[in-house]
């Protein structure tokens, strides 16, 4: 199943938008807009959802109007689940999950009404506690109540201790074992064991050569039996079909009290779990989160050291690591939708391994149990931080949820495909077209190709469309971002030129390859380059080689979107062009 639209209607700051978007199982799904463009509304229209509505807080209301109705549609496959205030159709279909960092303002009052604050992360509360329940079992009186040869039955009390007796009992309808067809067949074997003469070992034996076959008629015993070998949980077929009868008989004396032997068994293992998860981040230098339980709640939680104890970095992983292990533990059959809002922030390149290895897990975890998550990444990050760790680029659905200008840049595009496929005109496209050059250069017509604009043949046409495109930009009209990144390169090789004193420095500017090179050579001519020429590099370094199926608009328009960004191009093109 694919998620191919995402629309939202008065969340937070988001009124009313549509996102196209192409959101895959099982793989890693970035949504990518830059700060202040609206992700963590996308976050809270997941996160404000129950079962059965949308159910948003005073402050998550657009404007804070609790008159303007809320609304979240998915559409997957071509089918659109809406959630309002009325229904909530993607949570019968999807399980949804958002994960945050959980910090949050905390005020202490003191004598005298004074009042402190402070930064706290919110326990995360992982499960309730059962009431403590043990299996009804003692191994001396297992064996009596099977009759003369009982020590063949070999003592599971470790078993029932054990974790993996859960996925072991998983599936298995152990209420048939009181059905009457199955308590004939066992009491006739039974009575034919107890027939035997010889050691345990002997006994064993003569079941496997004997009587192996009738244990395998009863469906129940037969597939628990074998889980139990597979688990290694039994050494042999009929010491797991032995196992399997008491497990199973241990039941059906007390259903009620199985059940909840289970329910305890579960909870140890899920507290086991997270201290062992939690212990992997133990060390000299962080003063880390623990594993609580709440008597009076009856709620197994991590607890946080207050903020300041913390980086931001270590509370954004064990927030994000904890929360992820927790989806493992719900129940539910239905697909996962795991949002991911913006927790690495503050990551670290080992904590961003440590981030895409989680995750990576998670999905790894879900293929194990044939079960569909939809992990969406909210980030401002350039995807390219991604591509040299855990997430591979092959792997990976980079969606970016800030509208781009279409049609701009067709043009552009085929430019710089050419510059890398026309070999008889591709050194000329990239000295005088891609980068600064006091010279113009007109390519003949019968060179140049058919499906670029004839004007465009004369380097200095195509810089007036650069720098034309560059105002609209600057005007916050539909622009080619292309466009503005070769207006931007050109705007700070030209101002980097006419730093240069010297004739022979010039030339050999001229000459130098990349915009990066050329400023870093100007730079070490000893002239003071101004800082916000480095700063745009961001813009005029991008990667503008062919690749074909690749996306060059999207990213380079999120960039471009951000204030900063748009102020410093402004300076750097008054300065350049206006002189």
Known sequence: ????????????????????????????????????????????????????????????????????????????????????????????????????????????????????????VKPITICKIPEKVEF????????????????????????????????AIQGSDLPKFSQKRIQAALTALIERINQQNGTAAEISQWILENCIDDFRTIPLLRELGNRLVQLNLSDSEVEGFLAAYQVAKIHSADPKGF????????????????????????????QWSKVEEFKKKKTLSITFPKAHHLS??????????????????????????LVIDEVFDYLDDANLVAFQYYVTSIIEAYKEREQLIYPLILTHLDPGVFFDFCFNKHKIQINYLQAKPTGKAQNT?????????????????????????????????????????QDWRSSGEFHNYTQSELTRYLENKNYDPLAVCFATRIAIEKLGYGLLAQDNQKDDFLETKKTKNKMDFVANTGVDIPESYFLLGLIYNTNLHWNQGRDYVSPLSAKLGHPTIRQLIREASISAFNK
């Open 312 to 337: 931001n970095g270590q509370r954004d992983i064990i927030t994000l690591v904890v929360q992820l292990h927790k989806t493992l533990y719900g129940g539910s059959k239905k697909p996962l939708i």
């Open 413 to 453: 595009l085929r430019l710089i495909e050419a510059r890398d496929n026309q070999e008889q005109i591709k050194d000329r496209l990239e000295k005088y077209w891609f980068h600064f050059h006091i010279a113009p250069c007109e390519i003949p017509e019968n060179e140049w190709p058919n499906n670029l604009p």
């Open 1 to 120: 199943m694919t998620i191919s639209q995402i629309y939202i209607r008065n969340i937070k700051g988001i009124s009313n938008e549509c996102f196209k978007v192409q959101l895959k199982a099982q793989k890693p799904n970035l949504l990518v807009a830059p700060n202040g463009f609206g992700k963590s509304s996308v976050a809270t229209a997941f996160s404000s959802m129950n079962t059965k509505r949308i159910d948003l807080a005073d402050k998550d209301h657009h404007k804070e109007n609790d008159k303007l109705a809320p609304e979240l549609s998915i559409t997957v496959d071509g089918r659109k689940l809406t959630a309002d205030r009325t229904k909530n159709e993607i949570r019968q279909k999807f399980d949804v999950l958002v994960i945050n960092s959980g910090l949050t303002p905390k005020a202490k009052k003191h004598f005298k009404g004074a009042v402190s604050s402070s930064l706290e």
């Open 136 to 167: 009804s079992y003692k191994a001396a009186e297992a064996k009596e109540s099977f009759g003369q040869n009982g020590k063949i039955l070999p003592n599971i009390s470790s078993l029932l201790k054990d974790s993996r007796l859960l996925d």
């Open 259 to 286: 059940t909840a032997a289970i329910e305890w068994l579960k909870y140890t293992t899920v507290k086991a779990h997270y201290v062992e998860l939690l212990s992997n981040f133990k060390s000299s230098n962080w």
